[in-house]
């Protein structure tokens, strides 16, 4: 059995086998919830949670194409807008009228900050992250959510596509994910 170093959500490093990895992990979790007084409400099929930070130029891309989402499954964004000094802020205020989008300001407090802040109130028995300069295909949510109801998945993935700043594909950018099923 091969040995790893993980560290937990509280900052303890634990070294377990395998077998034990997920329940420590979920242990993890759930002690994470307790600490923080988290509080869920599985309101949703899915939270999306957003950090953002300085990003005026991608924000609003970003947003629409989580609006757009071709999907029957509800879900709630959750943009943390994490001491933006641009004006990130003001791009953000006027999504605030949308009924399944909730806004976070908070003083900087980097990434992970800027998600656990989101994570103090869970409304999905999904979450998903997306980086604020991302962009979701229409069909995205649907499709993870699909395979993620069809097995009672604790997690699935999605593959990515990068692009450069003019939205070209950018293929020295792009690990080739076409063959991922027969890895």
């Known amino acids: 059995k091969r040995k790893s170093q993980v560290e937990g959500l509280n900052g303890v490093n634990y070294t377990e086998t395998d077998e034990y990895k997920y329940l420590m992990l979920q242990k993890d979790f759930k002690e994470f919830v307790i600490e923080h007084k988290n509080h869920i409400d599985k309101k949703y099929d899915l939270m999306i949670i957003v950090p953002a930070f300085n990003v005026e130029q991608y924000i609003d891309d970003c947003i629409n194409s ?16 994490d001491g933006s000094t641009d004006n ?7 999504y605030s ?23 103090e109130h869970i409304t999905g028995k999904y979450i998903m992250f997306v980086d604020s300069d991302d962009e979701l295909k229409e069909n995205a949510v649907s499709g993870l ?7 009672n998945a604790d997690i699935v993935e999605g593959s990515i596509i990068r692009f450069n700043s003019e939205k ?4 020295d950018l792009h690990e080739n994910t076409n063959n991922l099923e027969e890895k």
Do not use: C, H, M, W
């Open 97 to 119: 009228n949308k009924d399944n989008i909730r806004i976070i300001t908070q003083e900087n407090k980097g990434l992970s900050g800027a998600r656990n802040a989101a994570l």
């Open 145 to 151: 959510l699909d395979v993620a109801f069809k097995n």
């Open 66 to 81: 989580l609006l757009s989402q071709k999907t029957n499954y509800t879900y709630e964004i959750v943009i943390v807008n």
């Open 88 to 94: 990130t802020g003001e791009a953000l205020s006027k």
């Open 168 to 171: 070209e594909f950018d293929p």
